[in-house]
């Protein structure tokens, strides 16, 4: 038996979002690499496989921390990434589980990357429902129509680009808006966009949150106060004016 | 009992990749919604449901034809509504099925629009894995990491913008290019971004096509002479040079 890795995105939160097939190729693992950040007690990915299975596997959490030190980053990566291959040479179906869909912004493709150029063992990558669409659809609205553009941005540093694309791009989804929330929506207020837009946070988990139109900073914004901290929250912008 | 309307993506391709809560919908459902275009002898979204349920609800097959008349669009939209609208008042779950993600470029949307302006049934839509992050998958590629950007750009007609974002964002995927393939691949060339591209037609399905790197026209692209030609065909364009 040779050992197999797999890449199984779980879905946004919701535990019914994972596919049938994440779900089997989970119940089939003999080990379940749960990632997580230094300050998690566990990894949000691997509740959600809680929720959804008797876990009889082993679980091997990872833990990557929550930083840009690249130089940091890579030690944590050779870390995992060691533990992982001698579970494939031991012929162990290894599978990493991860948040949305595996190929957006997840650790998963760093570690897949290594993975790869480490040996000869067979991978697979089990896509999932990504953040964006189920907010999408928790809010009832296209992402995307017709000849409309769609634009993904991550966590902005640099504003500058961001309103060259809010300018041309009809439908723009703004990831992990958590740490310039404020800065990101003075630009949206600018451009005449605040009401166009959508709010969400950790949608699909119980304490999901989703607003249309964003409240006008300071005055308005104290319900956003607290869930604009989490980590897991986007900004849905739609210059058709739909929402 | 009051009629409920659920948008399903039923994912990509491979029946697998529904959601838990999606194949759950479809087996509750009374009444399924299939869109085809005229040419279509069944939806593909129907063929996916069909190997996954023995299917013993009604199924109300609606056609959209292929165009981009508007007002014959309009046309076929309203009497689909006009249908969904009589199952909902006789208290029917109807789940209106689509490939994909149903926020990303469906006919569902367009449905959904009018059904939520023509009355108070409750809505529901169930994201699904969308295409594009299925091929990724299946290259075991990222789209995007880090601090990178994630441009979706549909069939494009006017090709200029192309070119701009394609050299501002470090990841593009192009929608449904059978169309104007020959004059994306030249675009992609004078970039220097033809061996950093994938393409990809009906991933998931059997006959699916995967390949790294687009053969330069037109001598090499004969084995690309047919694929192309699918409505389900998209490129995946990394300028970070992971392919």
Same mark, same amino acid.
């Given at each position: 038996m040779k050992g197999v890795f797999y890449g199984v995105g779980v879905g946004p939160g919701d535990p019914e979002l994972i596919t049938l097939k994440g779900y089997r190729v989970l119940r089939e693992a003999d080990v379940i690499c749960s990632p997580k950040s230094r300050a998690e007690k566990e990894g949000i990915a691997l509740s959600i496989v809680r929720s959804l299975?008797?876990? +009889?596997?082993?679980?091997?959490? =990872?833990?990557?921390?929550?930083?840009?030190? #690249? !130089?940091?980053?890579?030690?944590?990566? $050779? +870390?995992?990434?060691?533990?992982? =291959?001698?579970?494939?040479?031991?012929?162990? #179906? !290894?599978a990493f589980i991860?948040?949305? $869909?595996?190929?957006l912004y997840s650790t998963y493709t760093y570690v897949l990357k290594k993975i790869k150029q480490?040996?000869?063992?067979?991978?697979?990558?089990?896509?999932?429902?990504?953040?964006?669409?189920?907010?999408?659809?928790?809010?009832?609205?296209?992402l995307a129509e017709g000849d409309e553009k769609l634009a993904i941005i991550p966590a902005v540093k640099d504003l500058d680009p961001l309103r060259l694309v809010l300018q041309n791009f009809e439908n723009v989804v703004l990831m992990k808006i958590a740490r310039n929330y404020p800065a990101v929506v003075k630009i949206l207020a600018e451009l005449g966009l605040k009401d166009q837009a959508i709010y969400a946070s950790r949608c699909g988990m119980p304490d999901g949150f989703l607003k249309a139109g964003l409240p006008t900073l300071p005055e308005e914004m104290e319900e956003l106060e607290e869930v604009q901290k989490d980590y897991l929250s986007l900004i849905i912008v739609k210059r058709s004016n739909y929402v």
């Open positions: 299975l008797d876990i +009889k596997q082993k679980v091997l959490e =990872l833990t990557f921390p929550m930083t840009n030190d #690249k !130089v940091e980053l890579e030690l944590y990566w $050779d +870390k995992a990434v060691r533990q992982i =291959l001698s579970l494939l040479k031991e012929g162990k #179906k !290894v991860t948040l949305g $869909d595996p190929s480490a040996g000869s063992y067979p991978v697979e990558t089990i896509p999932g429902v990504a953040s964006f669409c189920a907010c999408a659809a928790a809010a009832n609205i296209p």
